[in-house]
């Protein structure tokens, strides 16, 4: 243990303040529509969370993210048809199993890097797209897959929060324990490795860091995350789809995540923001929501050609200055 | 051709013979020959997709995703010209002109910003394109079932007593065609031995005074073409529907795989033979609900083997 | 016979295209010819557009029909606010829209949804806050076996039932192959319940399932030529089937197989977009009359849609069922007390008790009822695909089912058998 776990920096501060100001006003403002629109940008803040920090500590690109979430989803929703277990319980079991297929997408994987270990995890989400549409979510039925033909059977969620206004904190509260699994991965051993394998492989090697270890140990918890928040998504709706599972949205969520700026929190919130809010405010206004693409789009060369750290980057690099202008 | 190609080549090879002989075994030619047709002309709209960004890579690196959605507007484009009435060779020559526009701009405006980044990055600047020309898309025309039709789908050539038409034969003829064309082009003319040196090495060609701005235009005005053909070969053979054609790009990649983004031929061999499999899977009971899987694994087993035995190397090239 | 029913179709088109003109101004709610003004009363409704369907003719012809209320004295002097809602096949913004509808603009009722997915999502939404959901473009099995969605349309189980048995009786059908897409209460539902048709009546069955977002459909019309069928069912919606039966003319299948399909292709485009090789060769079931029975509510659906609809909302199944339910929900809430438009329960109960509505578009008459299911609309036409439009080859009949035993029971109960 160290005592660097535990220390406050400002943009920790900021974030815990935001995910208090979001758990306390947003739900009570909202009204069902925004509560609907914002359960589903929590969950996939986590997700983008996952994938987001992958691309900022280890440099690598992961663009199987939503697969994954599905794998969480279709986890949860089994479970829940299979025993009695809480939702909670459900879960976590989730989180975990979509964890090891992390690993076990990793271990071949990681061989590769660059652009062919985007390619071979774009190859993973491809698969797992079409595995969802052949064999679609569990909606009650038997055997392994747990289809059955005709309507689905109702979902048990979680007892703790059984309105939508509290399911939307309930989803909040998730999202920002991601958060502080990940910053405290950061600042203990993994951490220091990470930073090393990102500087340079042989130097890690060379001090000892066993680099597939740390690079499989990030690929699991990016995939935790997602699994988590594919677990959540199944809790809101009680039911999931393939469409959203689809190879595309994997690859819209990491362009969404260098967009937002990876190497921070509210990076991954502004992703999460573009992927769902904007849309649902540009449908509020009656414009056509295919038009978020082409802000994705443009945000995505912008990021890339001039604002390497995303919006949040710019937004952080404001209130540091900001901040050294009064000191 | 090195050692190391002539194994994958006898390796999809071989693994397309082998599922059509277990697949199709015993069962009538005119039943299984259509799957095999199907396949084919499938298989070869992977591998001109796949062709397409192997050339650009080769000769830029970058790995174009947004050559699907080029191909997309190219078709709607086209689509539109015939509901105005013009005269449909013109339209389908403007779905090419379309596609190599866009493609041309990207390479002209935004890929020398990105010149010197790592290779993921140029991938991913690429997929912020395909997004714009999507949302621009798909705003202008809005869903709708759509078909865009070519007087070819009316011919229909009789072999072994199958029909196949003839817009399927030119799909295959072309990939082959094309594949050797661009082989002859890369291995025969200066332009060509200007962009295997570029692919070898960016920085050395430079200094050797090769003019790499424009032999990556060249690359590019290759892909944009490409690109044209096989969104509206995609778009008569599969579906005229932007998202679908954009996002073909996926299995277009696993093809790409399959030639490890470098060799032409294999990335030939390997659309084609990932699209027989897929198509013939569907004579297998167990794994017919999940055919559309074929390209992804057959592009990760390629991929891995290759990579068998390799140590963790240490950063450089990609 | 043909030619008089091509006549028929003739004037039906006249109908359609001179509509406005030649027929009588259209007769909505209350019809007194006085533009409501009182306070709105809200009206939610949802439909799906997004690739492979669009399903919004049924909102579109709902939102003629109350704009034509609106005009005509409206529910007791008050308009009808009807607000509309793309679930755009996500689930999620099917949870958003029925959130916004019910939660936000405290909707009475919902009317003329049509979607693969916002049933499923939402029907709990429904039962959760007491509203009622008369559907109109419903796909999904959650449409007719949960309490509180009734639909106008018969959706793929029941028009593919149709479908077969017509096949079965007429063309000489043994083995139908049914090309569905592979969602578990859609494709799956309604294509085994044409297999345990077919076995009941001695002969066969399989199902080609088609992954709704897997671009190639030829692989899924070859797995249903490899199953040994005499006969094709296209159950899917109009843009996928077409596509099949393109790649089925590339490689000329016409003529081994019996071709069939549920409602979605009777849509008037379709006999042109199938173009000549087909004419003649594809039945069809109406789960709605078809245009040229031109009844007086035909006629008056027609002109609703020339007054107060768009030039291009479809004249289809699905625009008729959106205009039915409309007509209905009006004719309820005319029914109520006036103090109680605005509650919701009340409106909820005055839906329940919908019986014995009727209409020429329907072959049997409409009711809802308190039950856990629902599915009013089981019998229908069967029409051929001919040149320029459509041929009748079999009118109103009922689909001969046990899946429809609970159903009859009730209609025996409330005395509508």
Redesign the interface.
């Known amino acids: 243990m160290n005592k660097d776990l535990f220390r406050l920096t400002p943009s920790g501060l900021a974030g815990l303040v935001f995910a208090a100001f979001c758990f306390v006003v947003l739900p009570s403002v909202a009204g069902s529509y925004w509560l609907a629109i914002l359960t589903s940008s929590a969950c996939f803040t986590m997700a983008i969370s996952g994938v987001a920090f992958m691309h900022a500590r280890l440099g690598m690109v992961s663009l199987t993210q939503v697969g994954l979430m599905g794998v969480g989803g279709w986890v949860t929703l089994r479970l829940n048809y299979l025993w009695d277990f809480p939702f909670e319980v459900n879960l976590v079991i989730a989180a975990l199993l979509t964890m090891i297929c992390g690993w076990v997408l990793a271990l071949p994987a990681l061989r590769l890097r660059g652009l062919y270990l985007a390619l071979v995890t774009l190859m993973a989400a491809g698969g797992l797209e079409i595995l969802f549409a052949t064999y679609q979510f569990p909606n009650g039925g038997e055997g392994f897959w747990g289809v059955k033909i005709g309507s689905t059977e109702p979902f048990r969620g979680s007892i703790l929060a059984t309105s939508p206004t509290a399911y939307l904190r309930y989803v909040i509260v998730a999202a920002t324990l991601g958060f502080l699994l990940i910053e405290a991965h950061r600042r203990m051993f993994p951490g220091r490795a990470w930073a090393l394998i990102r500087r340079s492989e042989a130097a890690a090697m060379a001090a000892g860091v066993n680099v597939t270890l740390y690079k499989t140990w990030a690929f699991g918890i990016a995939a935790l995350l997602a699994g988590a928040s594919g677990g959540l998504l199944a809790g809101s709706l009680g039911l999931l789809d393939d469409g959203t599972f689809r190879a595309s949205e994997s690859i819209m969520l990491f362009a969404l995540a260098v967009v937002g700026g990876a190497r921070f929190w509210l990076g991954a919130v502004i992703a999460a923001f573009l992927y769902r809010v904007l849309p649902a405010i540009l449908n509020t206004w009656g414009v056509d929501s295919d038009l978020a693409y082409v802000i994705f789009g443009v945000g995505l060369l912008h990021a890339l050609i001039t604002a390497p750290d995303g919006i949040g980057g710019q937004i952080m690099a404001l209130f540091r200055r900001k901040s050294q202008e009064q000191s | 051709m090195s050692k190391a190609s002539v194994f994958n080549w006898l390796f999809l090879a071989a693994l397309m013979a082998g599922s059509w002989l277990y697949l199709a075994d015993g069962k009538p030619f005119k039943v299984t020959g259509l799957f095999l047709a199907s396949g084919l002309a499938i298989g070869a709209l992977y591998a001109l997709g796949g062709i397409g960004m192997v050339v650009l890579y080769r000769a830029s690196g970058v790995l174009n995703f947004s050559s699907g959605a080029a191909g997309a507007a190219g078709a709607m484009t086209s689509w539109q010209l015939v509901q105005w009435g013009i005269w449909p060779p013109i339209a389908w020559l403007a779905c090419i002109a379309v596609a190599l526009l866009l493609t041309l701009a990207y390479g002209a405006l935004i890929a020398p910003k990105l010149a010197w980044r790592e290779t993921v990055v140029k991938a991913v600047a690429t997929l912020g394109f395909a997004l714009i020309i999507l949302g621009f898309v798909s705003f202008i025309w809005i869903d709708d079932p759509r078909s865009l039709e070519l007087p070819t789908d009316k011919i229909g050539v009789s072999m072994m007593g199958l029909r196949i038409t003839l817009t399927r034969l030119i799909a295959f003829a072309a990939a082959v065609g094309i594949s050797a064309g661009i082989w002859v082009f890369l291995d025969r003319t200066n332009i060509g031995l200007q962009m295997r040196a570029v692919a070898n090495s960016r920085d050395l060609s430079a200094l050797l005074g090769i003019p790499i701005r424009r032999v990556e235009t060249i690359a590019w005005g290759i892909s944009g073409l490409l690109a044209g053909f096989t969104g509206l070969m995609f778009a008569n053979l599969i579906r005229l529907e932007p998202v679908v054609i954009t996002f073909m790009v996926i299995p277009s990649v696993a093809a790409a795989l399959a030639g490890r983004l470098n060799s032409l031929f294999l990335v030939l061999v390997g659309g084609l033979c990932m699209g027989v499999i897929e198509n013939l899977l569907t004579l297998s009971p167990l794994l017919k609900s999940v055919r559309p899987i074929a390209p992804f694994v057959i592009a990760a087993v390629v991929l891995l083997w290759h990579q068998r035995g390799a140590r963790l190397i240490f950063e450089g090239r990609d | 016979m043909t030619i008089r029913h091509a006549l028929a179709g003739l004037i039906g088109l006249f109908a359609i295209g001179f509509g406005g003109a030649a027929l009588a101004a259209p007769s909505c709610g209350a019809n007194t010819g006085q533009a409501a003004t009182g306070e709105p009363i809200v009206v939610g409704g949802i439909f799906s557009?997004?690739?492979?369907g669009?399903w919004s003719s049924a909102t579109d012809s709902a939102a003629a029909y109350f704009a034509c209320v609106n005009a005509n004295g409206g529910i007791a002097g008050r308009p009808i606010e009807y607000l509309v809602e793309?679930d755009?096949?996500?689930?999620?913004s099917a949870?958003?829209a029925a959130?916004?509808l019910?939660?936000?603009k405290k909707a009475v009722a919902m009317v003329g949804n049509g979607s693969f997915?916002e049933m499923?999502?939402n029907?709990?939404t429904y039962v959760d806050n007491g509203i009622m959901a008369m559907a109109s473009a419903c796909a999904?099995?959650?449409c007719f076996?949960?309490p509180n969605l009734v639909s106008t349309n018969q959706g793929p189980l029941s028009s593919n039932l149709g479908a077969a048995q017509y096949a079965q009786e007429e063309l000489g059908s043994k083995n139908v192959a049914c090309i569905g897409l592979?969602?578990?209460?859609n494709g799956?539902?309604s294509c085994?319940a044409v297999i345990d048709y077919m076995k009941s009546k001695g002969g066969d069955g399989s199902m080609a399932?088609l992954?709704?977002?897997?671009?190639?459909?030829?692989?899924a019309l070859?797995?249903a030529?490899?199953s040994g069928a005499d006969t094709i069912l296209m159950n899917l919606?109009?843009?996928l089937a077409?596509?099949v039966l393109?790649a089925a003319?590339?490689?000329?299948l016409r003529d081994s197989y019996i071709w069939i399909a549920p409602t979605p292709l009777y849509d008037l485009s379709v006999p042109d977009?199938v173009g000549e090789y087909w004419h003649g060769k594809i039945f069809v079931n109406a789960e709605l009359a078809p245009l040229s029975v031109g009844g007086p509510d035909a006629q008056n659906w027609i002109s609703v849609l020339d007054a107060f609809g768009k030039a291009d909302d479809p004249r289809d199944t699905f625009s008729q069922a959106g205009y039915l339910s409309a007509r209905f929900f009006t004719e309820a809430m005319l029914t109520m007390d006036p103090a109680k438009l605005d509650d919701r329960a009340a409106v909820s109960d005055a839906i329940r008790a919908i019986k014995g509505y009727t209409s020429d578009l329907m072959c049997g008459p409409f009711y809802v009822g308190d039950a856990d299911y629902h599915m009013p609309n089981h019998a229908g036409y069967m029409v051929k695909i001919v040149a320029g439009g459509f041929e009748i080859v079999r009118n109103c009949y009922e689909y001969d089912s046990s899946y429809f035993d609970k159903h009859k029971a009730l209609e025996a109960e409330l005395g509508l058998r």
């Open positions: 557009n997004g690739a492979p669009d793309d755009q096949w996500n689930p999620e949870a958003a959130a916004k019910v939660g936000d997915i499923a999502v029907a709990k999904i099995s959650e076996e949960t592979n969602i578990p209460n799956i539902w085994q399932l992954n709704p977002g897997a671009p190639d459909v030829n692989s070859l797995e030529v490899a919606p109009a843009g077409l596509a393109k003319q590339e490689q000329d977009a």
